[in-house]
């Protein structure tokens, strides 16, 4: 069993940043790929970004490639998204997912590729 917990979202104005951090519970986190969803109100949850586990591969939706960075630190067993530049579109329930069984550098994008999910953090970006 794998247990994240999402910390760092809120409420922040047009233009600004907020990084968030997700810590994972398994010894195992050095070999999990990591991805962060999204869901906005009256929204389906959709893919964010994700990295894989090893080299480090990373993959990011259109809508926040520039803007974006995910990063991981297996010695804290922790996975972060730094999110600049931020909009009113990106308001949603941010949630980290770990996936487990997938080769070295590979970065799965699809909801059903995580086993295991965060409670989810609201971020909130004010116009």
């Known amino acids: 069993q794998v247990q994240l917990v999402e910390s760092g979202g809120g409420l922040v104005q047009a233009g600004g940043s907020l990084r968030l951090s997700c810590v994972g519970s398994?010894?195992?986190?050095?070999?999990?790929?990591m991805g962060w969803f999204r869901q906005a109100p009256g929204k389906e949850r959709e893919f964010v970004a994700a990295?894989?586990?090893?080299?480090?591969?990373?993959y990011y939706t259109d809508s926040v490639k520039g803007r974006f960075t995910i990063s991981r630190d297996n010695a804290k067993n922790t996975v972060y998204l730094q999110m600049n530049s931020l909009k009113p579109e990106d308001t949603a329930v941010y949630y980290c997912?770990?996936?487990?069984?997938?080769?070295?550098?590979?970065?799965?994008?699809?909801?059903?590729?995580?086993?295991?999910w965060g409670q989810g953090t609201q971020v909130t970006v004010s116009s």
């Open positions: 997912s770990a996936a487990l069984g997938y080769g070295l550098g590979i970065v799965p994008r699809r909801q059903n590729q995580y086993a295991y």
């Open positions: 398994t010894r195992t986190f050095s070999r999990a790929a």
């Open positions: 990295i894989s586990w090893g080299v480090g591969n990373t």
